[in-house]
Structure formats: structure tokens, C-alpha cells
């Protein structure tokens, strides 16, 4: 009887889960195919099928137990991995940001030039006959105006009630917005044109002044192109993102979007000397870290190891002291540590009595890196090594002393290469960690010191990771496509490293 | 005494220089948090002076949230930790104990997405929750929950193969056995598995706390205003290149954040070496 009971409760409980979260997700795909992310509310849609397919039928049990932890693996890892790729063969940069459509939107927006004369007027913006329009005032030559989209009504000074300065207030069938009517107006009030005469119109400059102005640059929908009304210019699209003049690629209209271009920067890693030489100089520093961060923790880790598998007095203490590096949350550690190597202030130039600035010079800041890697690392391999070393049967030791063997024969001959192959798919694996090891570099030394020969981004400490994530979020100039580019690089190194690895450690075949 | 000397002093010798290089950062941290200048310079490495001042300062001054920081760190660690561990506890299940086709398959494929760093993906994580935040801006770009969605998607990946070495050591025979009972799927994992991994389970989630704790790199580009900032984005803006004059609350600030973390660390200690060392010995 409970147990009935207690199988009700919990089919309730999860008919009333998946029905809140299939509401939840109905909500979402609205408001994503209403704001045109098609791309995004079709996954909505395909993960609300699933859903509801597998927890109201016996499809299939196991998919009951690992879809929710699927669906976010295909949202967040493999989505956007797919979505790095795409956007490695864009054009995707700043002034390259947005659509297409939208593009030819801005530049038509801004491809507008003043009248010769630059005629402003002092404006009021608010109803005529309920559609919007102006009040648009000349106190100098007393010429007043409602302007509507598509009329130019002059008023006659006599009609409309003037202030102090001249300027037009009120006037017939007009009715002034208040401030909260223009707020909401927001942006678009400076896209509105209203009628002035011929090909001008007037667009507002703030909220109270008008300027007049006309259509430079003219859209041509059938042959894809931006012709200047004035001088005649062509602007045709150069393929790259951008409407450039027919007789001077020098001169590009802005912005440009986000446009397909396919390998042009994986052949430009390899052909243009100026993006190659900084990325190898980048990816040589980060093979080179990672093998000396591996190497030095490692051998440190296996020194403590080997010094404290003996029973000595206080080993449980020196134990826990070793730990502690480990156990502090890594960020903050390097951050301590960053403030440790201030040239003027900082505790390691006081301790040593140096003056170094060690992260103004390439070799000290390098130095600097690879000493505070091995301060967080090697508590890893100290660990790793004794236990591995406990692993290793003590009968062959002993058979080799027996034989009469000194403890540094055995060790070399015996402990070492059986500790190494042990251990050896975790260095690989440190080694595909430390090649990515992102906030080591990022909160230490930033990437730096920069050097002119290493181009315009790249620093004397910048790892491939840092490199990119300077490329896609930099200061300057955020080239996401590059970026991306490289993480696609990056991934095929780190993924054969790792393939190697496990293959050497065998752990896919303990699952069958 | 030679023997002593040749035996056991090398051993003492590595254990007293490794140990001042491991506690000499911590050491300089603690005196820093307690000198009441507050400054990075060091005028001695034996403090003179005990003062409170740089931690009163974390808790009264208006443009240091410190509190809202470690409130924000503990409700998205928390959440992740628990969130993720229903995720991959059930997962693990799954792919441990069920059969199914293209079982095989799949788990090739989650340990290859799984050693695919997050942060490589970073541009694209960038412009899809951009995205996702035009057309709800509760869940994109900038928010908390947007921030927690990413790190979910590494949940199920990373937890199976945390899990995977415990779900294996509970003997299958209890899973037939209450198959002959009768049992569902269903009623195996919640009646069998749950209890019997209860523990693992909350060392797995105490780990995927402290790894969310650690995360940094999304943390930052994801929660921008200084309210809505974890620890670790808090401080690094925080001291962000002015070591010399905020060094004193800094130091303050990540002990206090770091002091539950190593508690966690030690005393999960064993779970996490055994974890460790367990695929390794295998080999």
C-alpha cells in the first residue's frame, strides 16, 4: 500500500517536472523565433521532443537516466565546439560583427551628407493627426514646419506660439510628446527621416534640433551594390565583409558583417609571414613550457617521493605542509604569488636582495612562470609517485639487494622505469593540462612583457590559449574567426596528445 | 651516526627546503593580512605588528562587496555542485550498469568532448549566449544562470569518469538480484544505487565545488558587474595591477575565501589521492 502511494507521489512529481520544464523550454522557443534566432530555438524545439518523447514513453530507460546531462553536453560542449569551426572560415572581427542585412542597414543609415547650406532647425517632437512628426523651427528667418514621414507643412508665424528665442512650442493639430513618450522612442529616433523637400529630409540630432540632410549613398538590391548619389562612386562587395569602392579597394564603407570566406585564415597561417611568425614563436613557448612544467614538477614531486618513503621523524607533517599548495584554490595562489615577484615591493626581491624586474624582461618572466607551476604542480606527482610507488611489488627490490645491488642501482634500474610506466599517461596528461593552462599565464604576467618582433599581440609568456583568448576579447581589435581558427588548431594538437595518452593507459577498454 | 647521516639527513634536508617553498607564499599571505599598512612591501618577514584592520575593511568598505562575492561563489559553486552531480550520478548509472546500443560508441565519443578544454570554445560560448540573452535576457550573456548553464554542459562528461571507478566496485549481483525482484531500472537506481553511492557522491560534488570555485576565465567574461562577481573575478579586479595598495585586503580576502576550500581539500584528502593514483595503478 505505502509503496503504491510512494509510486504515485513520484510519478506526479515527475509528470509536474517535466511539465514545468516543457514550459519553460515553450517560452524560450517563442521568444527565440519571435527575435529571429532560428538556430537556436530549432535545438529548443528538438531538446523539448526529446523530452517529452522519453519521459512519456518506454523508448528507451537508459536515455531516461542521461538525457538532461546530454542535452547540456550538446548545448554548451558540442554545440559550441561545431559552432568554433563554422566560425573559423568567417570573416568575424569588429567592424565584421553583425548580419548582412544589417550591415546594409547602418551603412545606408549613415551614407546620408548635410545640405550644402547645413540648415538645422530647433524641433519639438510629437503627433500630427497621430502619426509622428516635428515642429520644426527658423527663429532667424521665422520659418515654421510640421514635418510628418511624408509631408512638409509650412506654417504661417501667426498660427503657432513662439518662446522667448522664437522657437515654435505648440501649433494647430500638433500635440508635443513628453519625455517619457521620446525615451521610449529610444534609438530609433535618430533613424527617422522626415519630409523636407526633393531627395531631403530632416533627421534629429538629440531631441530638440534637426538637421537637414539628404541620401548620399543609395542601395541597389538587384545588383548588390551602394552607388554614391553625389560623385558617382561604385561600392561593390569585396567578398570579405565589406562594400568596398570599384576603383579603390583602399576605400571601405563601414561596417562590414560577418561573412563566409572560408580557409582564407587557416592559408593565411600559413602564408602570411605576419600572422605566422608570432603564432610559431607562441607555440614553441607553449611546447616548451609544458614540457618544463611537466619535467620539473614531476622530478620534484618524485624527489619528495622518494626522500619520504622511508619512515623518518615527522613525515606526517612534511606530508601535510607538501599538500598545502594543492589544496589552496589555484587562483588565489597565483595571484599571491603575481604580487611576490613586484619589482619594488615584492617579497621575492626582498628576499633575495635582487631588484629584478621580472616581468619586464622575457627570460624572468618566463622563469617567474615556470617557478610558480612548479610550486602549484608538484604536489600532484608527490602524490602520484608514492602511491605508484607502493604499487610497485617490494619482492623485486628486495630479490635485486639480495643479488647485491646498491639502492641506487635499484632505484634507477628497478623503481624508476616501472614508476614510469605507471605514471606516463598522467604526464601526458599534464602536459595536454599545462599546454591550455589559461589562468596560470592570464593572471600572472598577462602574456607578457610584449616584444615588437612578436608582432602586434602575442607576449614573451603568451601561451597558444592566452594568445587566442587575446585575439577574440582584446582590446583593440576582437577577431573571434581567427580565434576560432586557431582553438580548431589547438584542438587537433590536444586531442592527438590526449589520444595517445589513453591509448597508452587503456581506460576506454575497462568500459564494455 | 654515519648511517644516520647518509640514510635519513638528505631526507630531512629535501623535506625542510620543499616545505619553506610550499609555506613561504602562504606565510607572506598571513603576515600580509595582519600588518596594518596594508602595503605589499615587506619590512620584516616576522610581523611587528597584529592588526584586524584589512579584513574590517573587506566587510565595511562600500567598494569592496567582499560578502556579496563569496554569496555569489556560494551559490553558484553550490548550485553547480549539486546540479551536476544529479547529472552525472545518473549518467554514470546508465553507462555502467545498463545495456544499450551504441553504448560504446557514445563513451569514446564523451571522453573525446571531454578532453576538448571549454575555454578553447570560448568565442562561440560567447556569441551563442550573446544570442540566447536577445531573447531572454535572464539566461544569456552577463547573468548568473546563463554562467551556470555553461558549466553544466562539462557535467556529465567530467562526473562519469570521476564516478565511473566507484560504480564499477559495487557488485553487479545486487543490481540482478533485484532485477529478479522485480525491480525497474528505475527503482534499482534510486533503491540500490543511490544509497549505496551516497558518499562518493558527495565527494564528487564537493570536488566539482571546489573546480567551480577555481573557474575563472567564463566567471570573467560572464558577470561583469561588480555585484553580480565571484571571488575569484572579484579580487583579480580588485588588486587588477594595483598589487602596492590593495594588497593588505586582498590578502585578507583570499584567505578567508581559501580557508573552506583547503578544510574541504584535507579532508577529502584520501577520496582525492585514492581517485588519483587509482588509474594510474591499473595502468
Redesign the interface.
Known sequence: MLEKVKHNAAKVLKYLFVALTSALLLM?IQ??F??K?YE?GAFLVLALIAILVTYFSNV???????L???L??L???????L??VV?STFQYQTGNYISKPEAIERVRALGVAPDEAGTTFDVVIGKYNNQIAILASDPINKKYSINTLTENIELAVNVVSLDENGVAKEAPDFSPSNTAEIAALDREISNIRFKYSGDYFISLQGTSVGAVARQVLDYDKNQDKFTNLINGNQYIDNGKGNFVNKNDSEEVLQPGWRSPIWFSHYIDLIKDKNVRSPLISVFIWTVVFASLTVLTTFA?GL??AV??S?P?R?RRV?R??????????????I??????F?T????IN??FGTNIAWFQSATFARVAVILVNL?LG???FY??SS??MQ?IPSELSEAAAIDGATPRQIFYKITLPLLL???S??LIASF?FNF?N??LI??LTGGGPRNELDGQIAGATDIL?SY??KI??GSNVQD?GF??AI?VI??LI??SI??YG?KK????D??? | MTNWLR??L???V??VT??F??????Y??IISSINPTG????SS?IPREFSLINYKKLFNDPTIPYLIWMKNTLVISGTVAILSV???A??A???SR?K?KG??FT??L????Q??????????????ME??Y???PH?GLGTQPGLL??Y??????VNIWLL?GFV?SIPIELDEAAKVDGA???QT?WQIFIPLAAPILAVVSLLSF?GT??E??LAR?FLIDMNSRTV?VG??GF?GGQ??QN?GA??AG?II??VP??II??SL?KYI?SG??A???K?
Do not use: C
Open positions: 524560450l521568444s527565440a519571435a527575435k534566432e537556436i528507451s530507460i537508459p536515455l531516461k537516466f542521461f538532461p546531462g546530454l547540456f553536453l548545448a554548451f560542449v558540442v554545440g559550441p565546439i559552432y568554433t566560425m620534484l624527489l619528495i626522500a619520504m622511508k623518518i615527522g612534511y601535510s605542509i607538501f599538500i598545502l599548495p594543492y589544496a589552496m584554490p589555484s587562483i588565489m595562489s595571484l599571491i604569488w603575481g604580487g611576490m613586484n619594488e615591493f615584492g617579497a626582498t628576499l610550486w608538484f604536489p600532484y602524490l602520484i602511491g605508484a604499487a610506466k605507471i605514471v599517461p598522467l595536454a591550455n589559461f589562468n592570464y593572471l590559449i587566442t583568448y577574440a576579447f573571434l580565434a576560432s582553438s589547438i584542438f590536444v586531442a590526449s589520444l589513453v593507459s587503456k581506460v576506454l575497462s568500459f564494455s | 640514510d635519513k638528505w631526507r630531512h629535501v623535506g620543499v616545505s617553498f610550499a609555506l613561504f607564499p602562504l607572506l599571505v602595503s605589499l612591501q615587506v618577514f544529479i547529472i552525472g545518473s549518467s548509472f546508465a553507462f545498463l544499450f553504448k560504446r563513451i569514446q564523451l571522453f573525446l568532448l578532453m576538448f578544454p571549454a575555454i578553447l570554445a570560448l568565442s562561440a560560448v560567447y556569441v551563442i544570442r540566447v536577445n531573447f531572454a539566461l548553464l555553461v553544466l554542459g562539462g557535467a556529465m562528461g565511473k564499477d525497474s531500472a528505475m537506481y571546489i570555485f577555481n575563472f576565465i567574461l575569484a579580487l583579480q588588486i598589487y602596492s594588497w586582498f590578502a583570499s575565501a581559501s576550500i583547503v581539500f584535507l584528502q589521492i588519483l593514483t588509474g594510474s595503478v595502468g
